[in-house]
């Protein structure tokens, strides 16, 4: 199939375009919700597979039912009806049980895990990620105090995404999933985005991190991802909520280091004066109350 | 019978329609307004069809080939609202408009006045809705959920819509007021709720749901209307509103609107297994209070569908908990015809094969609703190409396919004609099978990680976006078969007899000839 | 032409052919149209005016035709019970239309505005976004907007006009009881003077709100801008005095129609339609008095 094949030289593409082996556009297989590379991400992935199967199991016992009614009961084959079968109080108990005590089944680990993941408590490390229109912007709190920028849609991406550009797609390295400054976190820690936005309602979701929150004008949501260690690398995802004309192309990239590299890297953007001063105005301007 | 006499004191003779075009537009005919609202229900699904065929064209392959991403955004709102409201809910009022009089053995609609306007109104809603193409700033692009702050953004076009569906409520409000009062007021003597056609019961239930929901999705655009011209801080954060708010109230509205468009196509379902089953339908009661328990249930799960928006945990625990309930009284439904189908003797005319693909899809689609409503699970799946599976699957091939199966089982009764039935046999197959190639491979795209609302995508979901977009012109070409159907039956064809299926199908408008008198059960019939 | 056969038991009356429907439509189409062009700057508030007319025409055309039937007997006793039922859910519809606007109101009371300050699930929006607001309720949010320079407001007390008014309405509750009971005791002249009474006093309940409101603009510095507690305020109290007119003049037009001698004892449906709206405003403003002015 040439679409696999396609898909593979792609993956080849963006490997060597970006640091050979460690980048990962996404861990899904195209068809399939991914696993992921967090805590959570892996349970959510178990709750959605246990759904899953649960459907598909009760879907064979009714679809079978079905299918042997129209295999076994046509007319054209001399069918009879029993016309005195229209009421069974036995029959109506047992599929309103079974589907309860099923649904109660899955309800279960689904509620243990929400309950994880709203616990934010206990972080490592804050972010502030507030949404525009049509980029992201990170604050870094706790240590890392001072450390912010803007990330937008990669202009590669950005020159081929425009109307008739004339540029393939397939040509560009992660077409719409690539930032020119990707959030850089450090793995097998606690970090706790807190996410807002300064216009209309925008959605955070990396999906091999599991989760996805709104950032909402004047409110401040709180999630929580800690990405196994080992899994370092980039993570791509974008924005999951309707915001206007470029929704579309506000991306999300992740970047996981070690937490050495991280600290590192930290140390790096704070020797920057040029960024620290960047950062003090912007500061200043998310400072202001938000009016329309 | 000493009855209608007093209509001969009015204008034209009772008994035969005006002539012309004022027959359509001041009738009181319950017929007519059916037909009327059916036409514009066809119309409107075209509409929407079409601008559908356009979303799918430009994700036909990644990159940006035809529209503006503007535009786009313009083109899913507008096809959502004309689906919803101009095709989907006209379609089931236009339905009981024409069945429940004749259901229930009434001479017409309890308030035939108000049931002309009632249909009246729509073609001028949709009329300023579709106008907003033409005005400056485009129209409207925020998504038919219309969410605030994104949705007041909106240009000219703003106040247009929201005037648009304040109109679209007035007329389904007043439609569901006449459904009510007919069926509690009007049945003949000895129909009993109890003896009533399922298709009566499950549309007075969601006339209820009208009634009670409408007026909020009213309130709700009326206060972003004066978000955005006067000045009130409704969805405001700083002045100490939310824009969470007017999600809660939406849905509020919005859950229930979802079971409007399918407790009517239940009812449906319900008339039609039977008869080609040839076989009572199983556990009517149960049939009912499902339906009840639904509607009821409806009212409580709003909150499903804004589980990313920070709720605290209790709340989505509750709202999780609740919504998985709504699948206990569906899956009874589902069970129920499959039991009723159990030691039938089955045929296969055009609507028995569309009750049973209902069957099978709208169940799938019920399927990966009861997942959605995991809530960690949804954390994945929100705003992903697996909801917009899960929704197409419970209309297109739920609601959408039910009203195809009744207009093939009651057509015959209105035109009084048979229709083509290996043109609609070819209909069938071929949307049902192109309907799988443009919805399924969406649960994969959704799973795989592609947001919604978004007019060109990654590479990685190049695939099955093509495949999908292939599927929607196949079901949208396959469309125009249903068209040329209706249409040459309307137009004459093999004389319907009164029962027009040997299946022998209950119901008291198999006792009228086809096609049904202008005037029917003016004496008014005995119900044993 | 003569009637003399029109009413007979077992015969619902279906009108025919009826030019209001589609007028109303087009009515409801200018109305809108007039507004948009109003709210869009297109034209100038005068747009409102043709739908205003048409509308005003509509109801006079559509339900004088009503009552010419109603007068002419021909209604019989399923379609009185089809009208009453009508009215009912028509009257549940307005109820849910308020429940938006109440639910709004709780919605922002008990939690956007605690969250905004700190409270509950959202710790970090006080911290980050508005770290000086303590909200409390009346509130007009974390920026204070409004249309004093210093963000301040004062809201209406309860116990001046809000609870004159109460009084009023829960008085004309009472007269238009009274008259119900006068018409099916037959006593038309009492009917007359307590159903004028009523309508008197759902005016003069009108007239008072405007005073309110006058005093509220210029005074409290309390306008549909000053934030959440504006927007309520006057989106629930302004529903609601517009339904009060509508109810007064509607309680006009029958007290017209009792000078003209319509109705009689046992068939007055318009007159209990008419009640019952009157009731439902009543009971609506009991909700707004307790929710918005007191507590
Ligand atoms: C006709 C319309 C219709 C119907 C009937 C349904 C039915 C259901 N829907 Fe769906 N839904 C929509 C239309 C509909 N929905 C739309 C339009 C949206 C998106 C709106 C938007 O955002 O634009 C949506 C979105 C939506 C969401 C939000 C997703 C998100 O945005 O994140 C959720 C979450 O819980 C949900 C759940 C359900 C459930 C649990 C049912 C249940 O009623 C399904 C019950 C049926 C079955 C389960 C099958 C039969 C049962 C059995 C065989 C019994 C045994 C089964 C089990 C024990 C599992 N729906
Ligand atoms: C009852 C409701 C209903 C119905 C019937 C449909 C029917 C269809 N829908 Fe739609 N849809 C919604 C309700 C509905 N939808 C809603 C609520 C949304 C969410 C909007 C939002 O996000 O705000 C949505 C969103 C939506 C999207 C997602 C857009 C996005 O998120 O970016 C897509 C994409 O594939 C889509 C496709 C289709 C298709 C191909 C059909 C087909 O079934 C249509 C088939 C019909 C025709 C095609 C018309 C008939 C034929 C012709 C006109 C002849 C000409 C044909 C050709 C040229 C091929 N719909
Ligand atoms: Cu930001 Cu969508
Ligand atoms: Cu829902």
Redesign the interface.
């Known amino acids: 199939m040439s679409?696999i094949s396609?898909?593979i030289a792609?993956r080849c593409l963006a490997a060597a375009g970006f640091l050979a082996g460690a980048a990962q556009?996404?861990t899904?297989?195209?068809?399939?919700?991914?696993v992921g590379v967090t805590d959570?991400s892996v349970?959510?992935h178990h709750?959605?597979m246990q759904?899953?199967w649960w459907?598909v199991a009760?879907?064979v016992v009714?679809?079978g039912?079905?299918i042997f009614?129209?295999l076994k009961?046509?007319?054209?084959q001399g069918?009879?009806?029993?016309?005195t079968?229209?009421?069974?109080t036995k029959?109506?108990i047992i599929?309103?049980v079974i589907?309860?005590i099923i649904?109660v089944i899955?309800?279960v680990p689904?509620?243990a895990?929400?309950?994880k993941?709203?616990d934010t408590r206990n972080s490592e490390l804050s972010i502030r990620v507030t949404g525009y229109q049509w980029k992201w912007q990170y604050q870094y709190m706790d240590a890392a105090e001072g450390v912010g920028y803007f990330s937008t849609l990669s202009d590669d991406s950005n020159e081929?995404?425009?109307?008739?550009?004339g540029?393939?797609?397939?040509s560009v390295p992660?077409?719409?999933?690539s930032v020119d400054k990707p959030l850089v976190i450090p793995s097998g820690t606690k970090v706790r985005l807190l996410l807002t936005s300064q216009?209309?309602?925008h959605?955070w979701?990396v999906?091999d991190f599991?989760?996805?929150?709104?950032a909402?004008?004047?409110?401040v949501?709180?999630m929580w991802i800690r990405v196994a260690a080992g899994k370092e690398g980039f993570y791509?995802?974008?924005?999951?909520?309707?915001?206007?004309?470029?929704?579309?192309?506000m991306p999300i990239v992740v970047e996981v280091k070690t937490p050495d590299d991280f600290k590192q890297w930290v140390g790096a953007q704070k020797a920057d004066a040029k960024q620290a001063a960047f950062d003090s105005a912007l500061h200043a301007q998310t400072a202001q109350?938000?009016?329309? | 019978?000493?009855?209608?006499?007093?209509?001969h004191?009015?204008?034209?003779h009772?008994d035969q329609p005006?002539t012309g075009i004022?027959r359509w537009?001041?009738?009181?005919n319950h017929k007519d307004i059916g037909t009327m609202y059916l036409v514009f229900s066809l119309i409107m699904f075209f509409i929407g069809g079409a601008m559908a065929m356009v979303i799918r064209a430009e994700l036909f392959k990644?990159?940006?080939?035809l529209?503006?991403?503007?535009f786009y955004?313009s083109m899913t709102t507008n096809h959502a609202l004309v689906m919803i409201f101009g095709a989907v809910m006209p379609a089931f009022v236009g339905l009981a408009n024409w069945m429940v009089p004749l259901q229930i053995g009434?001479?017409?609609m309890?308030?035939?006045?108000?049931n002309?306007?009632s249909?009246?109104?729509l073609?001028?809603a949709f009329?300023?809705m579709i106008l907003t193409f033409f005005v400056p700033g485009g129209a409207a692009?925020?998504?038919w959920t219309l969410?605030p702050?994104?949705s007041i953004?909106g240009g000219?076009s703003f106040?247009?819509v929201i005037?648009?569906i304040?109109?679209m409520g007035?007329s389904s409000?007043m439609g569901?007021?006449?459904v009510?009062?007919t069926i509690?007021?009007?049945r003949a003597p000895g129909m009993t709720l109890l003896k009533m056609p399922l298709f009566c019961w499950t549309w007075l239930i969601t006339a209820y749901l009208l009634?009670?929901?409408?007026?909020?999705l009213?309130?709700?655009v009326?206060?972003l209307?004066?978000d955005h011209?006067?000045?009130?801080?409704?969805f405001?954060?700083?002045?100490?509103?939310?824009?969470?708010?007017f999600q809660?109230?939406f849905w509020?509205f919005g859950h229930p609107e979802v079971y409007i468009m399918i407790l009517p196509a239940f009812g449906i379902v319900s008339e039609i297994l039977p008869t080609f089953?040839?076989?009572?339908?199983?556990?009517?009661?149960?049939m009912v209070y499902a339906t009840a328990s639904i509607a009821f249930l409806s009212f409580i799960v709003w909150a499903h569908h804004m589980f990313?928006?920070?709720?605290?945990?209790a709340a989505?625990?509750f709202f999780?908990?609740s919504t998985?309930?709504i699948?206990?009284p569906t899956?009874?439904k589902?069970?129920n015809w499959?039991?009723t189908?159990?030691?039938?003797?089955?045929?296969f005319e055009p609507p028995m094969l569309f009750a049973?693909a209902f069957?099978?899809l709208f169940?799938?689609g019920g399927?990966?609703g009861?997942?959605l409503a995991?809530?960690?699970?949804d954390?994945?799946y929100?705003?992903?190409y697996f909801v917009v599976a899960h929704f197409h699957y419970v209309l297109v091939p739920g609601a959408v396919f039910a009203i195809m199966a009744a207009v093939y089982y009651w057509l015959p009764k209105w035109t009084g004609h048979m229709y083509n039935m290996t043109l609609a046999n070819w209909h069938f197959w071929l949307s049902t099978i192109f309907v799988n190639v443009l919805f399924f491979p969406q649960h994969?795209l959704g799973?795989?990680?592609m947001?919604r609302?978004?007019?060109?995508?990654?590479?990685?979901f190049?695939?099955?976006n093509m495949v999908s977009s292939i599927g929607a012109f196949g079901f949208g070409l396959s469309q125009i078969l249903f068209a040329i159907v209706v249409i040459q039956c309307a137009r004459g064809g093999k004389k319907a007899t009164a029962q027009v299926w040997d299946a022998n199908p209950r119901g008291l408008e198999w006792t009228l000839p086809s096609p049904a008198p202008y005037h029917s059960f003016q004496s008014?019939p005995e119900v044993k | 032409?003569s009637?003399a056969?029109?009413?007979?038991a077992?015969?619902?009356?279906?009108?025919?052919?009826?030019?209001?429907?589609?007028f109303?439509?087009?009515t409801?189409?200018t109305l809108?149209?007039g507004?948009?062009s109003a709210?869009?700057g297109?034209l100038p508030a005068w747009s409102l005016v043709p739908g205003f007319v048409m509308l005003c025409l509509l109801f006079i055309f559509?339900f004088s035709t009503v009552i010419g039937e109603n007068q002419?007997g021909?209604y019989n006793l399923?379609v009185d019970?089809?009208?009453r039922?009508?009215m009912m859910?028509?009257i549940?519809?307005?109820?849910?239309?308020?429940?938006?606007?109440f639910?709004?109101l709780f919605?922002?009371r008990e939690?956007?505005?605690p969250?905004?300050s700190g409270n509950?699930?959202?710790v970090f929006t006080k911290m980050l976004?508005?770290n000086d607001y303590a909200?409390s309720w009346p509130?007009?949010?974390?920026?204070a907007?409004g249309p004093r320079a210093n963000g301040s407001f004062e809201t209406v007390p309860a116990l001046g006009l809000p609870a004159i008014n109460t009084a009023i309405l829960l008085a004309s509750s009472v007269t238009i009881t009274i008259a119900h009971h006068a018409l099916i005791a037959g006593h038309r002249g009492q009917v007359k003077f307590f159903l004028a009474l009523t309508f008197l006093l759902g005016f003069t309940f009108v007239g008072f709100q405007a005073m309110e409101y006058h005093e509220a603009y210029t005074e409290l510095g309390l306008?549909?801008?000053t934030?959440?507690?504006?927007?309520?305020f006057?989106?629930l109290t302004g529903f609601h005095g517009m339904h009060v007119t509508l109810g007064a003049i509607m309680l006009t037009v029958i007290w017209f129609r009792i000078m003209r001698g319509h109705f009689t004892p046992q068939r007055h449906f318009a007159f209990e339609a008419v009640a019952w709206y009157w009731h439902f405003v009543d009971v609506v403003w009991l909700g707004l008095f307790i929710f918005v002015y007191w507590l």
């Open positions: 679409g396609r898909r792609n556009a996404n899904s297989n195209g068809y399939n919700l991914p959570l349970d959510i709750i959605h759904g899953f459907c009760i879907a009714v679809f039912a079905m009614s129209l009961f046509r007319k054209s069918a009879v009806p029993d016309t079968m229209v009421h069974s029959a109506e599929w309103t589907p309860v649904l899955m309800a689904a509620a895990t929400l309950i993941i709203e081929a995404r425009q109307l008739n550009s540029i393939d797609p397939q992660n077409y719409l999933q216009d209309v309602i959605a979701w999906p599991g989760m996805k929150r709104d909402i004008p004047g409110f949501n709180e791509r995802g974008q924005c999951a909520e309707l915001c206007g004309r470029d929704h579309g192309f109350v938000i009016t329309r | 019978m000493a009855h209608a006499s007093a209509e004191a009015h204008d034209d009772p005006a004022k537009l001041f009738t009181t990644p990159g940006l080939q529209v503006d991403p503007l955004n009434a001479p017409d309890a308030l035939p006045r108000m002309n306007f249909f009246w109104i073609p001028f009329t300023l692009a925020g998504g969410y702050p994104l953004q000219d106040p247009m005037f648009a304040h109109m007035i409000i569901a007021i006449n009510i009062v509690v007021n009007m009634i009670a929901v409408m007026p909020v009213a309130g709700s009326t206060m209307l004066t011209f006067f000045k009130t801080s409704f405001n954060a700083a002045g100490g509103g939310d824009p969470v708010m809660h109230i509020f089953s040839r076989k009572p339908l199983f556990g009517y009661d149960s990313t928006v920070g709720m605290p945990l989505q625990l999780m908990l998985m309930l699948a206990v899956g009874v589902v069970f499959t039991a189908m159990w030691r039938g003797s089955l045929s049973i069957l099978f169940t799938i399927f990966s009861v997942m995991f809530v960690p699970a954390f994945q929100q705003d992903t994969f799973l795989a990680g947001p609302r978004i007019p060109d995508y990654a590479v990685q190049a695939d099955w008014v | 032409m009637d056969h029109a009413q007979s077992d015969s619902y009356y279906i009108p025919h052919g009826s030019p209001w429907p589609i109303g439509s087009v409801l189409f809108m149209g507004a948009i709210l869009n297109w559509w002419r021909l399923a019970r089809s009208f039922m009508g859910w028509f549940f519809s307005e109820v849910m239309f308020f429940a938006a606007f639910g709004a919605y922002a939690l956007a505005v969250w905004l509950g699930v959202k976004l508005w909200g509130s007009n949010g974390p920026s907007l306008t549909l801008g934030g959440i507690y504006g927007s309520t006057f989106m």
